[in-house]
């Protein structure tokens, strides 16, 4: 035997002999209904009863009690009672015995029923009752009537007489000595006399919701809430509630209200969801929990490793959020659901009145509420938001009230935090115009990631490191990751984002969203936070193309604050707008070029080749020209932001646009570059400087505005533009570039051409991504054409599943 079985083996034997010489214990846990119908078993009309006397009793073999034990129900209807010292309770049975304080169901003695054993670890015994039933002397008015009559469940087989120990005297009603049973071996059933009736009987509590809704931690700390506290109060102690097992862990003094408010650690967020949902489960009849249940899979929690306990906590929180909200009214013969409904989905729905705006919001505050701390996708919720949703649902338009201006002001960093914009961006006033409800402000990849090399894609010092939802760890690119994120979660109906090189298709194609990089000036950029207002475009990220198309519809146009790039783009929009363009026949007669080096090479997708193969047979199939083997000259200096000329202008140009953009806001506590450098130095802690630095913004503030080195490196990328791409396209007569992933943006950054990507696939790990589809400036009538029939050919999407991001469990303590 070798010196690790030998210790394996010496371990084996220490633990056998301390289980063998430790002390036994043993839990008993049960729960009682008030059977309203008197039909013998618990239905939806049936409540737990508060302050009902239960007892236990355990049969020795000569037919006599060797244990004997009673306890009285809590507010949630639970009795739990502990033995030490006890090693088998299968013999023993419950059953109710009086009236307590609270109950309105007159409490008479229901059958009994005989223990189980749910669970034995060394020392600990847990076991279960089943449900103990009490009925009136009459069913409740509202029961459905019968004519034939529904038996009370059957008494287990033998309960022996009952013969209370001489040391055992209840106060009332006094011990009886029922007669010895007929045959020795089958005793008769154990009846209890009745107990004392109440002098007035409690009114029954109100009848749950009957739809399916659920509230969030913080919604059930507020009193303004429609969800109120039923059956307990927020002074109510956990112990009280959840048993022995959570006052071990969490103490006897912490209060409900208390729990709610946990957070730091795996115990205190399971504490805090398992509550909620317990509220949940009081309130909706559809909850996917029983209150009952909720207890047991707190306990079962508690008692089981870190991972166990992080895995219920999550699942107790997808409950609260109201996830896959149904709503049972019939759209084309089919059910409405909220999660991946389309623009036009939500539209029919408000028309034939089968959805408002108010339920809308509610169902994204609900996600927000609950993903959000996962995700951190979201930086701020409009306070305004169900105003401007109820507005909505009287006219139908833009709210002409007073309201607070939503600009793109903060950048993930802390030091706009407080600036006020003098107004709306561009771009969100003509959803506003168009009677859009703006939900909030999505997370970034701070300054654009622009402000140190050594910042992760996502993450911001305002909301963390934002979490792709498909894959735990997976990168879910930047900039605009929290508009991608919150819109692949099912968050928002759609959203917007800014892109200077990548920053739109990147999150798109890691997120499997559709997203726009419009031509430069086809969209304002008038109040969004700049970087290079010679790269820069606003465009939409949805989970459809014809989403993408309708919101492109109405962001686009002459903007006098922005009014030389957007006059100069206004030809490319064509009369009717883009909708007219969502054609699903659209590949038909295109010709589409595919360049794969370096971009095949740089794909960090496993299944590359493969996917890529499957879907250039896809396009060919739907009438596509698919040219291969293409190249653009000179692609190496391009895919170098340093040779192309990129990094040097980037730096001059984002100096003078912040600049510029600071001095014009109402309030803020940073006015230039030098500003917020200062800011960041003096905060490092909030901003993580010695763990990121500031690199970029330093070598940006040396730079002193557009000089002859700048001119050149814009001269250049025109240049490698024209002679590159543009050549490509026209001397090969195509309608647009292929790719698989995102790495052709600064192809299109560079020359300020447009894009669209689209779910393509997923990996083996489940992180997604897109194929691209990029054409000259103004292609985007083509570009529509050409994703919406690829998408509808493939249908990929598909929303994330959650469960997925448990191995991040950390992020949502």
Same mark, same amino acid.
């Given at each position: 035997?070798?010196w690790?079985?030998?210790?394996?083996?010496?371990?084996?034997?220490?633990?056998?002999?301390?289980?063998?010489?430790?002390?036994?214990?043993?839990?008993?846990?049960g729960?009682? +209904?008030?059977?309203?119908?008197?039909?013998?078993?618990?239905?939806?009309?049936?409540?737990?009863?508060?302050?009902?006397?239960?007892?236990?009793?355990?049969?020795?073999?000569?037919?006599?009690?060797?244990?004997?034990?009673?306890?009285t129900? &809590?507010?949630?209807?639970?009795?739990?009672?502990?033995?030490?010292?006890?090693?088998?309770?299968?013999?023993?049975?419950?059953?109710?015995?009086? =009236?307590?304080?609270?109950?309105?169901?007159?409490?008479? %003695?229901?059958?009994?029923?005989?223990?189980?054993?749910?669970f034995?670890?060394? !020392?600990?015994?847990?076991?279960?009752?089943?449900?103990?039933?009490?009925q009136?002397?009459?069913?409740?008015?509202?029961?459905?009537?019968?004519?034939?009559?529904?038996?009370?469940?059957? *008494?287990?087989?033998?309960?022996p007489?009952?013969?209370?120990?001489p040391?055992?005297?209840?106060?009332?009603?006094?011990?009886?000595r029922?007669?010895?049973?007929?045959?020795?071996t089958?005793?008769?059933?154990?009846?209890?006399?009745?107990?004392?009736?109440?002098?007035? %009987?409690?009114?029954?509590?109100?009848?749950?919701?009957?739809?399916?809704?659920?509230?969030?931690?913080?919604?059930?700390?507020?009193?303004?809430?429609?969800?109120?506290?039923?059956?307990?109060?927020?002074?109510?102690?956990?112990?009280?509630?959840?048993?022995?097992?959570?006052?071990?862990?969490?103490?006897?003094?912490?209060?409900?209200?208390?729990?709610?408010?946990?957070?730091?650690?795996?115990?205190?967020?399971?504490?805090?969801?398992?509550?909620?949902?317990?509220?949940?489960?009081?309130?909706?009849?559809?909850?996917?929990?029983?209150?009952?249940?909720v207890?047991?899979? $707190?306990?079962?929690?508690?008692?089981?490793?870190?991972?166990?306990?992080?895995?219920?906590?999550?699942?107790?929180?997808r409950?609260? @959020?109201? &996830?896959?909200?149904?709503?049972?009214?019939?759209?084309?013969?089919?059910?409405? *659901?909220?999660?991946?409904a389309?623009?036009k989905?939500?539209?029919?729905?408000f028309?034939?009145?089968?959805?408002?705006?108010?339920?809308l919001?509610?169902?994204?505050?609900?996600?927000?509420?609950?993903?959000?701390?996962?995700?951190?996708?979201?930086?701020e919720?409009?306070?305004?938001? +169900?105003?401007?949703a109820?507005?909505a649902?009287?006219?139908?338009?833009?709210?002409?009230?007073?309201?607070?201006?939503?600009?793109? $002001?903060?950048?993930g960093?802390?030091?706009l #935090?407080?600036?006020?914009?003098?107004?709306?961006?561009?771009?969100?006033?003509?959803?506003?115009?168009?009677?859009?409800?703006?939900?909030?402000?999505a997370?970034?990849?701070?300054?654009?990631?622009?402000?140190?090399?050594?910042?992760? &894609?996502?993450?911001?010092?305002?909301?963390?490191?934002?979490?792709?939802?498909?894959?735990?760890g997976g !990168?879910?690119?930047?900039?605009?990751s929290?508009?991608?994120?919150s819109?692949?979660?099912? $968050?928002?109906?759609?959203?917007?984002?800014?892109?200077?090189?990548?920053?739109?298709?990147?999150?798109?194609?890691? =997120?499997?969203?559709?997203?726009?990089k419009?031509?430069?000036?086809?969209?304002?950029?008038?109040?969004?936070?700049? #970087?290079?207002?010679?790269q !820069? *475009?606003?465009?939409?990220?949805?989970?459809?193309?014809?989403?993408?198309?309708?919101?492109?519809?109405?962001?686009?146009?002459? !903007?006098?604050?922005?009014?030389?790039?957007?006059q100069?783009?206004?030809? +490319?929009?064509?009369?009717?707008?883009?909708?007219?363009?969502?054609n699903?026949?659209?590949?038909?007669?295109?010709?589409?070029?595919?360049?794969?080096?370096?971009?095949?090479a740089l794909?960090?997708?496993?299944?590359?080749?493969?996917?890529?193969?499957?879907?250039?047979?896809?396009?060919?199939?739907?009438?596509? *020209?698919?040219?291969e083997?293409?190249?653009i000259?000179?692609?190496?200096?391009?895919?170098?932001?340093v040779?192309?000329?990129?990094?040097?202008?980037?730096?001059?140009? +984002?100096?003078?646009?912040?600049?510029?953009?600071?001095?014009?806001?109402?309030?803020?506590?940073?006015?230039?570059?030098?500003?917020?450098?200062?800011?960041?130095?003096?905060?490092?802690?909030?901003?993580?400087?010695?763990?990121?630095?500031?690199?970029?913004?330093?070598?940006?503030?040396?730079?002193?505005?557009?000089?002859?080195?700048e001119?050149?490196?814009?001269?250049?990328?025109?240049?490698? @533009?024209?002679?590159?791409?543009?050549?490509?396209?026209l001397? &090969?007569?195509?309608?647009?570039?292929?790719?698989?992933?995102?790495?052709?943006s600064s192809?299109?950054?560079?020359?300020?051409?447009?894009?669209i990507?689209?779910?393509?696939?997923?990996?083996?790990?489940?992180?997604?991504f897109?194929?691209?589809?990029?054409?000259?400036?103004?292609?985007e009538?083509?570009?529509?054409?050409?994703?919406?029939?690829?998408?509808?050919?493939?249908?990929i999407?598909?929303?994330p599943?959650?469960?997925?991001?448990?191995?991040?469990?950390?992020?949502i303590l």
């Open positions: 035997m070798d690790s079985r030998k210790l394996s083996f010496t371990a084996f034997l220490i633990v056998s002999a301390a289980i063998h010489g430790a002390y036994g214990e043993a839990m008993v846990t729960t009682v +209904f008030c059977d309203q119908c008197r039909d013998g078993q618990i239905s939806l009309s049936d409540y737990p009863l508060y302050g009902i006397k239960v007892k236990m009793a355990c049969p020795g073999s000569d037919g006599q009690f060797t244990m004997w034990r009673e306890e129900t &809590n507010w949630l209807g639970n009795y739990a009672m502990k033995f030490e010292g006890t090693s088998d309770l299968s013999r023993c049975y419950a059953q109710v015995s009086g =009236n307590g304080q609270g109950s309105g169901c007159g409490a008479a %003695a229901g059958p009994a029923a005989y223990l189980r054993l749910m034995r670890m060394f !020392d600990m015994e847990m076991y279960t009752v089943d449900p103990l039933l009490s009136p002397a009459q069913p409740m008015p509202f029961c459905p009537r019968s004519t034939t009559p529904v038996l009370a469940p059957p *008494t287990p087989a033998y309960p007489p009952v013969r209370l120990p040391s055992v005297t209840p106060a009332s009603p006094p011990p009886v029922l007669p010895a049973p007929v045959t020795p089958i005793p008769p059933p154990v009846r209890l006399p009745p107990p004392p009736q109440p002098r007035k %009987a409690s009114p029954l509590p109100p009848a749950p919701f009957l739809e399916a809704s659920s509230c969030s931690h913080q919604q059930w700390m507020m009193p303004e809430h429609r969800c109120y506290w039923k059956v307990i109060s927020p002074d109510t102690k956990v112990a009280l509630v959840f048993g022995l097992i959570a006052a071990r862990k969490y103490g006897t003094d912490l209060t409900l209200s208390q729990g709610m408010n946990g957070r730091g650690d795996p115990y205190r967020t399971l504490l805090r969801e398992g509550t909620t949902a317990l509220l949940n489960s009081y309130n909706t009849l559809q909850f996917p929990y029983h209150p009952l249940g207890i047991q899979q $707190m306990n079962w929690a508690l008692m089981g490793s870190t991972q166990q306990v992080l895995h219920t906590a999550l699942r107790f929180m409950a609260n @959020s109201g &996830n896959g909200l149904i709503i049972s009214s019939a759209i084309s013969g089919q059910d409405f *659901t909220i999660e991946e389309t623009i989905d939500i539209q029919r729905a028309t034939e009145k089968k959805l408002t705006s108010h339920q919001v509610d169902y994204y505050l609900h996600r927000i509420t609950t993903l959000n701390p996962v995700l951190r996708s979201v930086i919720v409009n306070p305004d938001a +169900f105003h401007q109820d507005q649902d009287l006219v139908r338009e833009r709210n002409n009230d007073s309201h607070r201006f939503l600009g793109d $002001m903060h950048a960093s802390y030091a #935090l407080g600036s006020v914009v003098p107004r709306d961006a561009g771009v969100v006033e003509r959803l506003r115009n168009a009677g859009a409800v703006i939900l909030g402000k997370s970034m990849s701070e300054w654009y990631d622009f402000r140190s090399l050594s910042i992760p &894609n996502g993450w911001c010092a305002r909301s963390g490191q934002a979490v792709n939802p498909y894959a735990p !990168d879910p690119c930047g900039s605009s929290g508009s991608a994120i819109v692949a979660a099912n $968050m928002v109906t759609v959203s917007l984002g800014t892109e200077t090189d990548g920053s739109l298709i990147c999150p798109g194609d890691h =997120n499997s969203v559709v997203a726009i419009p031509t430069i000036g086809l969209t304002s950029r008038a109040g969004v936070i700049p #970087l290079s207002l010679r !820069d *475009t606003i465009g939409p990220i949805c989970r459809t193309v014809s989403d993408a198309t309708c919101v492109l519809d109405l962001i686009v146009g002459f !903007d006098p604050r922005d009014s030389e790039a957007t100069a783009a206004a030809k +490319f929009i064509p009369a009717g707008g883009y909708k007219q363009f969502l699903e026949d659209g590949l038909r007669g295109k010709t589409l070029g595919v360049v794969r080096e370096p971009f095949i794909s960090k997708t496993s299944l590359t080749s493969q996917v890529f193969e499957s879907h250039l047979r896809t396009l060919r199939q739907h009438g596509a *020209t698919v040219v083997y293409l190249d000259a000179n692609i190496d200096v391009i895919m170098n932001p040779l192309c000329g990129e990094s040097s202008a980037l730096l001059a140009e +984002f100096k003078l646009c912040m600049n510029d953009y600071l001095k014009e806001l109402t309030t803020s506590p940073v006015r230039s570059l030098a500003d917020v450098i200062a800011f960041n130095t003096n905060n490092p802690d909030l901003e993580r400087i010695e763990e990121f630095s500031q690199e970029i913004f330093l070598a940006a503030d040396l730079t002193n505005g557009i000089g002859e080195e001119r050149e490196a814009v001269e250049m990328m025109e240049k490698l @533009s024209r002679d590159g791409f543009e050549k490509l396209m001397e &090969n007569e195509l309608d647009a570039i292929v790719t698989l992933g995102s790495d052709y192809v299109f950054a560079i020359g300020g051409y447009p894009a990507t689209v779910p393509a696939g997923y990996d083996t790990d489940g992180m997604p897109g194929i691209c589809f990029g054409g000259l400036k103004g292609s009538p083509i570009l529509i054409e050409i994703a919406y029939a690829f998408e509808q050919a493939t249908q999407r598909k929303p599943f959650f469960d997925s991001v448990e191995s991040n469990c950390k992020d």
